[in-house]
T-cell receptor, first 115, second 112 residues
Framework: KAGVTQTPRYLIKTRGQQVTLSCSPI?????VSWYQQTPGQGLQFLFE???????NKGNFPGRFSGRQFSNSRSEMNVSTLELGDSALYLC??????????????FGPGTRLTVT | LAKTTQPISMDSYEGQEVNITCSHN???????ITWYQQFPSQGPRFIIQ???TKVTNEVASLFIPADRKSSTLSLPRVSLSDTAVYYC?????????????FGKGTKLSVIP
């Protein structure tokens, strides 16, 4: 079974631009979560989608948004990029969402650099 | 909001048993505790998950005391390939919505 795939793997953008990242979950998984990872803040939860609906949201500004399609693929968008948005963005899929069992399968991530 | 606390780093020699403890004082009644391993430039990988007492799989054991305010990941006989960052993960429903909280992670360095 293929793992979680993320595209693109690397991206360089300029301040003020916007970016869209894509995630394809493991076949059969309906939950997709997004995380931002930086050296200073570690892994931070952005949001989670299940059945095309955002179920949970972390403490990020409205510039960060996402959506999920009927085939469970997900995209996240960051508008008006800031230098501080430079990070590794990780996508994780799971067959279900929420407590109690929450085993997630992570993709390799998209490395975003904002200049 | 639930917070998790882990040691920032640990060193161990090959062949030793390593125990990494995570504190999670405000864990919710129905939350599970999950541990992940991450190598550089890769996404985290699931290691083990538990609710109470002890759980063991082919790579690790997880010990959870009765009050569930902490958990200890035990890696038996570590090798150089176990050098990675280990994260403790619990749910967080304190703010009215459910979200996951990763700890800062523990960087384990295995020394030959």
């Amino acid at each position: 079974k293929a793992g979680v795939t993320q595209t693109p793997r690397y991206l360089i953008k300029t301040r003020g631009q916007q970016v869209t990242l894509s995630c394809s979950p493991i076949s059969g998984h309906r939950s997709v979560s997004w995380y931002q990872q930086t050296p200073g803040q570690g892994l931070q939860f952005l949001f989670e989608y299940f059945s095309e609906t955002q179920r949970n949201k972390g403490n990020f500004p409205g510039r960060f948004s996402g959506r999920q399609f009927s085939n469970s693929r997900s995209e996240m968008n960051v508008s008006t990029l800031e230098l501080g948005d430079s990070a590794l963005y990780l996508c994780a899929s799971s067959p279900a969402y929420g407590s109690p069992a929450y085993e997630q399968y992570f993709g390799p991530g998209t490395r975003l650099t904002v200049t | 909001l639930a917070k998790t606390t882990q040691p920032i780093s640990m060193d161990s020699y090959e062949g030793q048993e390593v125990n990494i403890t995570c504190s999670h004082n405000n864990i919710a009644t129905n939350d599970y505790i999950t541990w992940y391993q991450q190598f550089p430039s890769q996404g985290p990988r699931f290691i083990i998950q538990g609710y109470k007492t002890k759980v063991t799989n082919e790579v690790a054991s997880l010990f959870i005391p009765a009050d569930r305010k902490s958990s200890t990941l035990s890696l038996p006989r570590v090798s150089l390939s176990d050098t990675a960052v280990y994260y403790c993960l619990v749910g967080d429903s304190g703010a009215g919505s459910y979200q996951l909280t990763f700890g800062k992670g523990t960087k384990l360095s295995v020394i030959p």
